[in-house]
């Protein structure tokens, strides 16, 4: 069974900083990997999405690694700034399943 | 373009009354999904429809849960008999195809007292 986890729960840390939000997964079978952002009391946006057969994806001070082999992802976030505060989650599709399985995300907040 | 839609937004309802959750996926997109998520914890894989039909329903957690999408655009996620446990944001997606990007709604929020 896939699971997926994020280290760490919480950070705070202050504006400005340049920082790195960790994910792994047990089983290497996965199709893509997706990086959300959720803000209190609602949805989820998508942020970067990382095909199975890349390595890296970014997006403006957002930058998504893959590392299949050894069942990791990092979120790399430059410059930080109060705005980027929120629930970062991670989820993998699964390999024969449509469906993705999430990680219990990190609550970031950047202190101004 | 218009997003995921989801209503309605909030529901307060009393056990063991039935409930019905509406999600309005981005137009053209034939896979349709529903999560669950309790607080604290990220979102639980519930069912998956590509068009009309129910792919996958293997994280439907009894057969009080029920959801369809019968011409293949609006889903209904349907909960008979509901217990104060279900209480939950419920999450629909939907994608291009089967193992594309997911784009996400807002939610309903189903409090059951």
């Known amino acids: 069974k896939q699971e997926v986890t994020q280290i760490p729960a919480a950070l705070s840390v202050p504006e400005g900083e340049n920082l790195v939000l960790n994910c792994s997964f047990t089983?290497?079978?996965?199709?893509?990997l997706q990086w959300f952002r959720q803000d209190p009391g609602k949805g989820l946006t998508s942020l970067l999405l990382i095909q199975s057969s890349q390595r890296e994806q970014t997006s403006g001070r957002l930058n998504a690694s893959l590392d299949k082999s050894s069942g990791r992802s990092t979120l790399y976030i430059a410059a930080s700034q109060p705005g980027d505060s929120a629930t970062y989650l991670c989820?993998?599709?699964?390999?024969?399943?449509?469906?993705?399985?999430f990680g219990q995300g990190t609550r970031l907040t950047i202190n101004p | 373009g218009a997003g995921v839609s989801q209503t309605p937004s909030n529901k307060v309802t009393e056990k063991g009354k039935y409930v019905e959750l509406r999600c309005d996926p981005i137009s053209g997109h034939t896979a349709l999904y529903w999560y669950r998520q309790s607080l604290g914890q990220g979102p639980e894989f519930l069912i998956y429809f590509q068009g009309t039909g129910a792919a996958d329903d293997s994280g439907l957690p009894n057969d009080r849960f029920f959801a369809v999408r019968p011409e293949g655009s609006v889903s209904t996620l349907k909960i008979q008999r509901t217990e104060r446990g279900d209480s939950a944001v419920y999450l629909c997606?939907?994608?291009?195809?089967?193992?594309?990007?997911?784009?996400f709604g807002p939610g309903t929020r189903l409090t059951v007292l």
């Open positions: 089983d290497s079978a996965i199709y893509n």
């Open positions: 997606a939907s994608s291009t195809t089967s193992f594309g990007e997911q784009f």
């Open positions: 989820a993998v599709g699964i390999q024969g399943a449509q469906k993705l399985v």
